[in-house]
């Protein structure tokens, strides 16, 4: 089979970029080991909700069309705004289609899958960048009485054991799977590392709005002193919830929650913890206020009096006097270890050399270190928006139209007779 173009992964960042593809009229298939949006449907827990609020999915040629634009979509409502996108553009998607490998064939590519081999001109790894939970080497040393799970595998507490619950990593999902987990009767400690801090609303708007008006989010990766940094930034602490409450430290310490320092070794059966839990909530907070000020320096500019309240500052973050430094795993505290330590892309099925030592694709801002293959879906790949759905249009936009010089400025001829020989 030939084509001209084969994205790989129907979430919405590959059909974000087939929208593009077909507006360039470039001859193109998704192919998808799943279903339309398969990570939302079978990687994600039972309660989660979107962080971005409704009005910040915007795909291209789809916006929100419903009378809730401040709400957080719910994952069935996820998955189904995702799949009524890849219908109303008539995206070109194949579903239950493994892509088992990728190689260079020629000045072309050879894409195997478990429905046949494509050859192609261009790949676009749309594949996702969590696809494998990471959780590091010494969860070897845990003790075989103790549970442990990613959040990849987590869906809810009733499927944990009773007794308590050792959280690691306080980002996004951390933070909501311990406050979840310990609100079911689970008391949680929650293994605090390097965070970043927001309040849900400020000044009567969503930080998500303030961030996106002011600019932040469009932030170019070439306008960035240390990009490798700060595509390792870790997600906001935040919730998707009707009532758009603030899930952050404070709040989960309010409900009971243990808060640690950053895992740092275990040894014998005993965690130990990092002794650094006070200064990395106290930088947590000075991050948070120069966000803040920085949206209020934006914000004077501009005639948003009567819009939005005044500007003010958060409590700082309560920590204990002495926070434990360890816990004995042998003496029955914990039952369950939830390894909320972020997640990776998988590119093991890719047989072309451009991956790094960490196993990351090669690339400069989606345009990868091979011609012909082009990356999508990256923490700030373009912009910081990148990773979000509401970045994906922008990135497609571009990366389409370099896929496009590309092609017409080597590889055409080849393209069309391709086409014209299928
Ligand atoms: C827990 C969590 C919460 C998030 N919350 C938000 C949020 O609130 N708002 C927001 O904007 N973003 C959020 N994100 C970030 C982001 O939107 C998701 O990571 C999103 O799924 C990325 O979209 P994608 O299209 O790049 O990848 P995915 O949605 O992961 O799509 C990749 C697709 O590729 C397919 N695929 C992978 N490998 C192969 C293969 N070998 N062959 C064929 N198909 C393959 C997969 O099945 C999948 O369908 C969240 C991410 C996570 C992990």
Same mark, same amino acid.
């Given at each position: 089979?030939?084509?001209?173009?084969?994205?790989?992964?129907?979430?919405?960042?590959?059909?974000?970029?087939?929208?593009?593809?077909?507006?360039?009229?470039?001859?193109?298939?998704?192919?998808?080991?799943?279903?339309?949006?398969?990570?939302?449907?079978?990687?994600?827990?039972?309660?989660?909700?979107?962080?971005?609020?409704?009005?910040?999915?915007?795909?291209?040629?789809?916006?929100?069309?419903?009378?809730?634009?401040?709400?957080?979509?719910?994952?069935?409502?996820?998955?189904?705004?995702?799949?009524?996108?890849?219908?109303?553009?008539?995206?070109?998607?194949?579903?239950?289609?493994?892509?088992?490998?990728?190689?260079?064939?020629?000045?072309?590519?050879?894409?195997?899958?478990?429905?046949?081999?494509?050859?192609?001109?261009?790949?676009?790894?749309?594949?996702?960048?969590?696809?494998?939970?990471?959780?590091?080497?010494?969860?070897?040393?845990?003790?075989?009485?103790?549970?442990?799970?990613?959040?990849?595998?987590?869906?809810?507490?009733?499927?944990?054991?009773?007794?308590?619950?050792?959280?690691?990593?306080?980002?996004?999902?951390?933070? *909501? +799977?311990? =406050?979840?987990?310990?609100?079911?009767?689970? /008391?949680?400690?929650?293994? &605090? !590392?390097?965070?970043? #801090?927001?309040?849900?609303?400020?000044?009567?708007?969503?930080?998500?709005?303030?961030?996106?008006?002011?600019?932040?989010?469009?932030?170019?990766?070439? *306008? +960035?002193? =240390?990009?490798?940094?700060?595509?390792?930034? /870790?997600?906001?602490?935040? &919730? !998707?919830?009707?009532? #758009?409450?603030?899930?952050?430290?404070?709040?989960?310490?309010?409900?009971?929650?243990?808060?640690?320092?950053?895992?740092?070794?275990?040894?014998?059966?005993?965690?130990?913890?990092?002794?650094?839990?006070?200064?990395?909530?106290?930088?947590?907070?000075?991050?948070?206020?120069?966000?803040?000020?920085?949206?209020?320096?934006?914000?004077?500019?501009?005639?948003?009096?009567?819009?939005?309240?005044?500007?003010?500052?958060?409590?700082?973050?309560?920590?204990?006097?002495?926070?434990?430094?360890?816990?004995?795993?042998?003496?029955?505290?914990?039952?369950?270890?939830?390894?909320?330590?972020?997640?990776?892309?998988?590119?093991?099925?890719?047989?072309?050399?451009?991956?790094?030592?960490?196993?990351?694709?090669?690339?400069?801002?989606?345009?990868?270190?091979?011609?012909?293959?082009?990356?999508?879906?990256?923490?700030?790949?373009?912009?910081?928006?990148?990773?979000?759905?509401?970045?994906?249009?922008?990135?497609?936009?571009?990366?389409?139209?370099?896929?496009?010089?590309?092609?017409?400025?080597?590889?055409?001829?080849?393209?069309?007779?391709?086409?014209?020989?299928?």
């Amino acid at each position: 089979m030939h084509t001209t173009t084969v994205v790989i992964g129907a979430g919405h960042a590959g059909l974000a970029m087939s929208w593009w593809l077909g507006r360039r009229s470039i001859d193109h298939v998704v192919l998808e080991r799943g279903e339309v949006a398969n990570s939302w449907r079978t990687e994600r827990w039972d309660s989660l909700r979107l962080l971005t609020p409704n009005w910040q999915s915007r795909l291209p040629g789809y916006g929100y069309q419903g009378d809730d634009p401040d709400g957080f979509r719910t994952m069935r409502e996820t998955i189904d705004f995702i799949a009524r996108y890849a219908a109303a553009t008539s995206a070109p998607v194949r579903t239950h289609t493994n892509v088992t490998a990728v190689r260079r064939n020629g000045d072309g590519y050879e894409v195997a899958t478990d429905q046949g081999l494509w050859q192609c001109q261009t790949v676009v790894l749309a594949t996702g960048a969590c696809n494998i939970a990471q959780v590091p080497a010494l969860a070897e040393a845990v003790p075989s009485t103790i549970d442990m799970l990613t959040p990849m595998q987590y869906r809810n507490p009733d499927q944990l054991e009773e007794g308590g619950v050792l959280v690691i990593g306080a980002s996004a999902t951390g933070i *909501q +799977i311990a =406050d979840e987990i310990h609100r079911s009767g689970r /008391p949680v400690t929650l293994a &605090v !590392g390097e965070h970043v #801090r927001v309040p849900r609303v400020y000044r009567g708007k969503d930080i998500q709005w303030w961030m996106d008006a002011a600019g932040v989010l469009d932030e170019r990766y070439d *306008q +960035i002193d =240390d990009i490798v940094r700060a595509r390792n930034v /870790p997600s906001l602490q935040l &919730v !998707g919830s009707p009532e #758009r409450r603030t899930l952050d430290l404070n709040s989960l310490t309010a409900i009971g929650v243990k808060l640690v320092g950053r895992l740092a070794g275990i040894n014998e059966g005993k965690v130990q913890f990092s002794g650094s839990l006070r200064n990395l909530c106290a930088l947590a907070d000075l991050k948070m206020h120069r966000l803040l000020d920085t949206i209020d320096e934006w914000a004077a500019g501009k005639t948003l009096n009567g819009e939005v309240s005044p500007p003010h500052r958060f409590d700082p973050t309560e920590v204990a006097a002495s926070p434990p430094l360890g816990i004995d795993l042998q003496r029955g505290q914990i039952r369950t270890i939830v390894w909320a330590t972020g997640f990776r892309p998988d590119y093991s099925w890719l047989e072309v050399p451009v991956l790094d030592r960490k196993g990351h694709v090669r690339h400069d801002g989606g345009v990868a270190d091979v011609p012909g293959l082009y990356l999508m879906g990256i923490p700030f790949l373009r912009r910081r928006k990148s990773s979000l759905i509401d970045g994906a249009g922008d990135d497609a936009h571009d990366l389409s139209g370099h896929l496009m010089s590309y092609l017409t400025g080597n590889s055409i001829p080849r393209a069309v007779a391709q086409m014209a020989g299928r």
